[in-house]
């Protein structure tokens, strides 16, 4: 009994083989050096390719983009204080890449499937995962935060690079599927020197996989520049492995919104792959453990100051007449409120149960895993009555 | 009943889940036309097409972690290792993304991967070709570790591992590919012996020798042996390395009081310590003697001329065996 939900009969090439597709000329990269639509200044770009595909958005939706930036920043802030506090671990800040972020996020359907790494918070606010989910993992209460298939969005990756094929697979079994969904991969500057993101890179193109590739280039990798990692720009590696590239200002919401359509399309009429360079620049730390000032200038971040995310939609949104003191305030009540339930939620987040060790380590039961389960409850109950009370 | 090598087992047992199971995919280097090198996968492209039988590009982690993206996606990903030591590049993939992911997620996402592994030596490969890697993965929580001894099990554990939800590496004896046995390919998966459960392959009462995949026919060769000098060997073939049956194991060394362990895999940290350990604590009032570990060597796999030497044979047992019964051995007056 054979499959009838496959793409196509047994026998059949399912992918488009490299042979004899093996073109003489590499795609190419499009949009120039970066495709910009609204200046550091908050001047709106006319850029007739690229505007097409962000024409359809109205000024409502303008503001919901800033919205959703100021909100992301604002969860950001006060993650980064309840780490402060005591009250997280760790926190890694998504300060300054609030536009690659939500611009991405902002683009996919509900059916498409995004495979991120730690710090695309924005990105899994925009698929709808809680705020307080956002920080679970980083509370120390579970090794993460959400329900995958709730949000269609992985849970966050921290080993570098290798969500890069989880994606690749996942659109893969897309294609099997003969969906029209696309999986996305986010990573950063740092994952490109990964041999996982060079071996999924490989195998979208052999097979031609909707898959897209996001790589939010912010300059550091923990401590290391940029150009520790590549002598050319990123973006242009992409055609060394047969896919088609464009680099964008990754501080550029709209911008990014364009150019992640144009590959989410590509994508779903099986054009494969497409990889997208976002530059753009982590303002603050690593993570909350880190100091950056032992290794980067300080006028290096007044430089990307002046090109803020937020900064320039905001400008562009005062020159269209659409920041109206009504908009403002209702901005600056919806992030305050979600940081308030943010807190809230951290704060009174239940500890787990010490047996939760134990949980889900396999499906199903497993001997070795009872046989220390029990040792260890007995173990526990041997204080009973003092301070495991309750514990069990 | 159909009388089939090693390799024609499996290759059957992949058969029946491609077709049981359209969510079966098998991915590997040269496993298409070529049917692996080891022809394991013959016929199976033909007949499944490149969809289902996927000839990958040369990369190991990306073939895991590809299958990882699969299962998320709600595929069962069979995945071929073509050999032993070239599983180290998917390391990675398999030790922090295949075994964690259950746990990470919180049982949300499940990954019903298998990993095919054909190891050990005694095929006069050079180097990296003759391993024996299984202590790294049932070292490691999360996932199952399997190996087989003879085709029906070979037939019957590839199925229970593709049906299984939690990832198995199946360790295939590469060297007992061409041995052949007979197989039922009607055997009901639901009432098969459980591919966690070692099984007593010969029955004893002096000695218990416990080992697995490889070395299961030298060991009950050896049992035969022992049997010629009155002695009277059990042999427990693990077919489950993670977790190990340690009740059927302990049961036996209860009624024999001694315990020999041999695998091809290097002594220090391997299988047989864990084994030795185990049974010293849960039994160590039945023991009479000290268990006994007979493996290879703590060196690099050999070059070929010298492997006989390196791999546990048959006289090599039995002289475990006797170190095990204190009769005089090729230890017999050294301290330690």
Known sequence: MRSTVLTDEPGQDAYKAPNPGISAASPRRTGGDLVQLISPEGERISHPEFDLWVSDVTDEQLCSLYEDMMVIRRIDAEATALQRQGELALWPPLLGQEASQIGAGRALRDDDFVFPSYRDNGVAYCRGVEPTDLVRAWRGNASSGWDPYRHNIATQQIIIGSQSLHATGYAMGIQHDGADSVAVALFGDGATSEGDVNEAMVFAASFQVPVVFICQNNHWAISEPVRIQSHIQIADRASGFGIPSMRVDGNDVLAVLAVTRIALDRARKGGGPTFIEAVTYRMGPHTTADDPTRYRDANELEDWAAKDPIARLKALLRTKGLLTEEVEAKTQAKADEVARNLRAGVINMPDPAPLDLFKHVYSTPNSWIERQKDHYSRYLESFSGSTQEGAL | ?336
């Not at chain 2, 259950?102 to 991967?113: A, E």
């Open chain 2, 1 to 336: 009943m159909s009388k089939l090598t090693f390799a024609r087992a499996i290759n059957a047992g992949l058969r029946k889940s491609l077709e049981n199971d359209p969510k079966v995919v098998l991915m590997g280097e040269d496993i298409g036309a070529l049917g692996g090198v080891f022809r394991v996968t013959d016929g199976l492209q033909k007949d499944f097409g490149k969809h289902r039988v996927v000839d990958t590009p040369l990369a190991e982690s990306a073939i895991i972690g590809t299958a990882v993206g699969l299962a998320y996606r709600g595929y069962r990903p069979v995945c071929e290792i073509q050999f032993d030591g070239f599983i180290y590049p998917a390391f990675d993939q398999i030790v922090s993304q295949v075994a964690k992911m259950h746990y990470r997620t919180q049982g949300r996402v499940k990954m019903p991967i298998t990993i095919r592994v054909p190891f050990g030596g005694g095929i006069g490969s050079p180097e990296h070709h003759s391993e024996s890697p299984e202590a790294y993965f049932t070292h490691t929580s999360g996932l199952r570790v399997i190996s087989v001894s003879n085709p029906q099990d070979a037939y019957t554990m590839i199925q229970q591992a593709i049906a299984s939800d939690d990832p198995v590496l199946y360790f295939e004896p590469k060297r007992r590919y061409h041995d052949k046995g007979e197989v039922d390919e009607t055997a009901d998966l639901s009432t098969a012996l459980s591919m966690e459960k070692a099984r007593v392959v010969t029955p004893g009462s002096d000695v218990t020798l416990v080992t697995y995949g490889p070395l299961v026919k030298t060991a009950n060769d050896a049992a035969m042996a022992a049997a010629d000098e009155g002695v009277s060997v059990e042999v427990i073939d693990l077919r489950s390395l993670a977790p190990i049956d340690f009740q059927a194991v302990e049961a036996s060394v209860r009624k024999t009081g001694r315990l020999v362990i041999t695998h091809e895999a290097a002594q220090s940290g391997g299988l047989g310590a864990e084994i030795a350990a185990s049974i010293t604590e849960r039994c160590f009032n039945y023991l009479e003697s000290a268990p006994v570990r007979i493996t290879g060597f703590d060196i690099p796999y050999p070059y070929s001329k010298l492997e006989m030497h390196h791999l546990p044979d048959l006289d090599r047992i039995l002289d475990g065996v006797d170190r095990a019964l204190g009769r005089g051995n090729s230890l017999s007056g050294l301290e330690g």
